[in-house]
Structures are given as structure tokens and as C-alpha cells.
């Protein structure tokens, strides 16, 4: 009794105050008929609150996302089926989800009468517009009476996850040249005399060209050879993703760190699509994924949700020891590096390797111009040092669209601005 009589609303507890004052001066004056009235006025408070209590416990919902994996900025749904148990109808009941900020506006729904069968479905949509891992929930319910006399608050359903992945922005071509991977496809290089430029061949295959037909080789291996023009880029490439705090400007989904994993995450999907095993390292060397060439779509979202839950790092400097793709071909996100972080990753990197690196114009992100004229010097500095260590540098500013640096990227591998296919 005394928890249902805790419900009662201000008009229900001000109702049963004068229900009582009437009984109090039906005694005091002898008149039954305000008695009467009395007993009328406390009694229904109390039997729409024993009603609402009652109804309240036989409501029962569920919830399901719609899917349970997005990217930033696609559109989800949530649903809710919310149906009544027992036989007692249910009155006025008021729905309020929980859902965080970065996920769009909290909903709320009213429903009049809830029936047994079937439940009831309601949805909403979710629009997020900064990844991680979030939590959508509780549900609660409130349900009411006709008369606004009493109401009863109960958590439906707990939390539930959703897991929102950075933003894929399709990529075209592979940086071609002679980079060395890890793979083999069946190109053999000929050293020629001093001075002169390597040439690459290989067997003859039906169809080709018969004007590539290299004959000194020929001639030297007793069997068809013809020249490759450009060696494509196999084998195993590790993505470095520079996730320090201290290396990235502005807040939120615009700030220049969601920009560096949205472009490493889509660069390692492009290349896993395109056959090659891509190891995700974080600027320290340590591994955040890893996927084969041969991987499906398991790999693309575990590779997706360790993104998804990346915080950023609280180390100031580069400090790796080691080379950090392993002898592999690397290409490099980076934030703002200090001079000593330049020489820390280029120190343990042969020239004989590839090495890319998309260096980000940080405080661009801050509000300042992105024009090339008008870059930080800390940032061309750093450039200047990479290229000078032999790395292909491109700069890229909050303004970037990520095809035209991963394009400007591919150009710097080769200084030729040559792309083979690639289309993901």
C-alpha cells in the first residue's frame, strides 16, 4: 500500500489531503453527507494508484538495432516491441530510450492503450556523427492514469551496443614502382651495367604485347621474357596510425584525429581488397589488427571496430626502437611530429623499402588556413625531413578529400604519377 501510495502526483496527494480534511469535518460538524464524499475522495487516489501499480509490472518490451554495426554518418533504426502480460489493461504509458548525444535526439513516445497481443512497435532512428562503441538504454516506462493522479517509473530494457565504425571513403589505384613487398609475382629484375636503369621481366604469357619482348634475356634464358613496365605493389603493408593526443587538434567528429583513422581505415580496407595482408600498428609499433589478403568481411569489421574503440594516446613522442612495419612496406598517418619523431622513424627504415606518410597540417584543424602557403612550419619542416629520408610525403589539410591525397600518394611512390588499378 504505502508503495503504491508513493506514486501519487501532486494532484493525487493534494485529492487525498482534502478527502481526508472533508472526513475530519464531517466529524467535527456531524454530516454524513460530507462523509460520504470524504470516503469517495480518498478512495480514488488509492485504488487508481493499487490499479497503475498493478499494471505497471505486466510490461514487457524488447529492442533490436538496426543494424548493430554503422559508420559514421549512414543512418540506423532502433526498434522497440512493447507489449502487456497480464490481464489488467495498462494506461497512459510514456517511453524515453536513452541515447547519447553523438547518436542524435533522445526519443520519446506515448502510448494510449497497450494491447496483448500483438506488441507493439515502435522505432526511431539513430544518426551518428562520432564513432566508438556506445551504449543505447535503458528504456524506461511511465505509466499514468486518465485523471494525472499517480504515475510508476520501471526500467524495461537495459543498455544495448552499438558499435559505430569510422567513415570509408572509396579509394582508387596502388602506388606502382619498385617497391618491395613481401609477396612474389613472378618478376625477375636484371641487374644492367652502371648507369643504367634495372629492367624487370618475366615469362611470356599468351597475350602479351610481343613488342615488350625483351632479347638480350631471351637470348641469355632460352625461353620468351618480356619487360614489365611497372612492378605492382604485393605483398604484406603495415598502416601507421599516429593516434597521440598531443599530435592532433580540434574536438569531436571534425577534429583532425577522426580524420587520420577514417583515412587509415580506409586505406587498409582498400589494400586488403586489393590482395595484400595489412598490418594496423599504432605510431609505438603495437599491432591494432591484422588482416590477410585472402581475409573476408570478418576481417574488415574486427580491423572496423578496433577503430571504432581507439582512444588517444597520451605519449608525446615517436619512440618505436624498432622498425614498425617489420621490413615491410609502410604507409604512415601522421599528426604533428617533432623532428626527433622524424628521425625515430626513419632511422630503423632502409631506403630499398617503400615509406609513405600522410602528414596532416594539424593546426588547420584549429581554425587556422590550409593553404599550402599558409602551413605550419613545424609541419613543412617535417616534410622536408621525410622526403629527405626518402619517404613519399603528401600534406594533407581539413579540406582534403581523401581520394585526392591517397591519389597524391600513389604519385609520390613513383615520382610519375603512374597508378595501376585498384578500384575498391
Known amino acids: 500500500m504505502l508503495r503504491s ?3 501519487l502526483t501532486t494532484r ?3 485529492l487525498l489531503a482534502a478527502g481526508i480534511a472533508a472526513a475530519v469535518c464531517s466529524a467535527v460538524l456531524n454530516e454524513r453527507d460530507l462523509l460520504r464524499v470524504a470516503v469517495f475522495v480518498i478512495a480514488l487516489p488509492i485504488l487508481v494508484a493499487l490499479f497503475v501499480s498493478a499494471s505497471r509490472v505486466r510490461i514487457s518490451a524488447t529492442r533490436r538495432l538496426l543494424p548493430d554495426r554503422v559508420a559514421v554518418g549512414v543512418p540506423g533504426e532502433v526498434q522497440l516491441d512493447l507489449w502487456r502480460t497480464g ?3 495498462a494506461g497512459e504509458i510514456l517511453l524515453e530510450d536513452g541515447l547519447p548525444y553523438a547518436l542524435g535526439a533522445r526519443p520519446r513516445f506515448v502510448v494510449e492503450r497497450l494491447p496483448h497481443r500483438p506488441p507493439v512497435a515502435l522505432r526511431y532512428p539513430v544518426n551518428p556523427v562520432l564513432r566508438g562503441v556506445h551504449q543505447v538504454g535503458p528504456l524506461r516506462a511511465t505509466v499514468t492514469d486518465p485523471f494525472g493522479l499517480c504515475e510508476f517509473e520501471r526500467e524495461l530494457i537495459a543498455h544495448s551496443r552499438l558499435v559505430v565504425v569510422p567513415r570509408i571513403a572509396g579509394l582508387y589505384g596502388l602506388p606502382t614502382g619498385a617497391g618491395v613487398g613481401a609477396g612474389d609475382d613472378g618478376s625477375i629484375r636484371l641487374h644492367a651495367g652502371q648507369g643504367e636503369t634495372d629492367v624487370i621481366v618475366r615469362q611470356y604469357r599468351q597475350g602479351d604485347d610481343l613488342r615488350k619482348v625483351h632479347w638480350r634475356s ?5 625461353e620468351v621474357m618480356v619487360r614489365v613496365e611497372e612492378r605492382p605493389w604485393r605483398g604484406g603493408t603495415t598502416v601507421l596510425l599516429d ?3 598531443a599530435a592532433h587538434h580540434g574536438s569531436g567528429p571534425t577534429a583532425s584525429l577522426e580524420w587520420a583513422i577514417s583515412f587509415a581505415a580506409s586505406i587498409s580496407l582498400h589494400l586488403r581488397r586489393a590482395g595484400h595482408h595489412v598490418r594496423l600498428v599504432s605510431e609505438h609499433g603495437l599491432l591494432l589488427a591484422d ?6 568481411s570478418n576481417y574488415d569489421n574486427l580491423m572496423l571496430d578496433s577503430l571504432a574503440a581507439l582512444q588517444p594516446a597520451h605519449q608525446r613522442d615517436i619512440t618505436t626502437g624498432h622498425d614498425p612495419a617489420d621490413g615491410q612496406e609502410l604507409v604512415a598517418v601522421l599528426g604533428t611530429v617533432s623532428n626527433e619523431s622524424v628521425e625515430e622513424l626513419a632511422r630503423y627504415r632502409r631506403r630499398g623499402i617503400r615509406s609513405l606518410a600522410v602528414l596532416l597540417d594539424t593546426p588547420a584543424w584549429s581554425g587556422a588556413v590550409s593553404a599550402p602557403e599558409h602551413r605550419a612550419a613545424a ?10 629520408a626518402g619517404w613519399g610525403v603528401v600534406v594533407a589539410g581539413p579540406d582534403t578529400p581523401m581520394q585526392q591525397a591517397w591519389t597524391e600518394l600513389c604519385h609520390s611512390a613513383t ?3 603512374s597508378l595501376i588499378g585498384g578500384n575498391a
Open 5 to 7: 501510495l508513493s506514486g
Open 12 to 14: 493525487g496527494r493534494c
Open 87 to 89: 490481464r489488467l489493461p
Open 218 to 222: 631471351t637470348a641469355r634464358r632460352d
Open 243 to 245: 593516434h597521440r593526443a
Open 291 to 296: 588482416a590477410p589478403g585472402d581475409g573476408g
Open 379 to 388: 609541419t613543412e619542416e617535417s616534410a622536408q625531413l621525410l622526403r629527405a
Open 415 to 417: 615520382g610519375r604519377g
